[in-house]
């Protein structure tokens, strides 16, 4: 697996102002947080907050790697040069079962993280709202509860929370 490594890195100095810079810079306030025009702007600009998907992997290059990869190769090798038939059965048996049980899981994974939908608990326009995390965007200001996953990339100055 090949880890791309970033030509470039954000300087982020966030974490080094006070509150009120830090309003300012994201345009926003703490009382009332964003306004309904700026957060369209801002999904405009800058997209929902959501992490890209891996290209998916098509059914047949599974089906390939499974048929072909691993200690299956050795099972084939074998099935080749001494065994015969009833290897051959029994290694379509591990690879037609591997390949359901993995078809299985990620059907079920896909479901649950569509079941899944994640929310938080933003201030815009002076009221508290429920939003998807999708629609969080730079500048809004959160709500979070003991126990409360932080969404996205949650940029604060430590020394500055309150909870």
């Excluded at 048996?93 to 993995?102: H, L, T, W």
Aim: proline share 3%; charged share 25%; glycine share 6%.
């Amino acid at each position: 697996m090949d880890l791309k490594v970033p030509e470039q890195t954000a300087e982020i100095d966030d974490h080094r102002l006070n509150l009120a810079d830090l309003y300012q810079r994201y345009n926003t306030d703490r009382d009332t947080g964003l306004t309904d025009a700026q957060v369209k702007e801002l999904l405009i600009r800058d997209g929902p907050n959501i992490l890209s998907q891996p290209k998916p992997i098509s059914k047949s290059v599974k089906l390939y790697r499974h048929l072909f990869g691993g200690f299956s190769l050795v099972f084939w090798i074998c099935v080749i040069l001494w065994l015969g038939i009833m290897l051959i059965i029994e290694e379509l048996a591990i690879v037609f079962f591997s390949y359901y049980q993995e078809s299985k899981s990620s059907s079920t994974m896909a479901s649950i993280t569509k079941m899944a939908s994640q929310q938080i608990l933003v201030i815009r326009n002076g009221e508290k709202n429920q939003i998807n995390i999708e629609d969080l965007v730079v500048g809004d200001i959160i709500e979070v509860k003991s126990g409360d996953s932080i969404p996205g990339l949650f940029l604060e100055n430590k020394q500055q929370i309150f909870i």
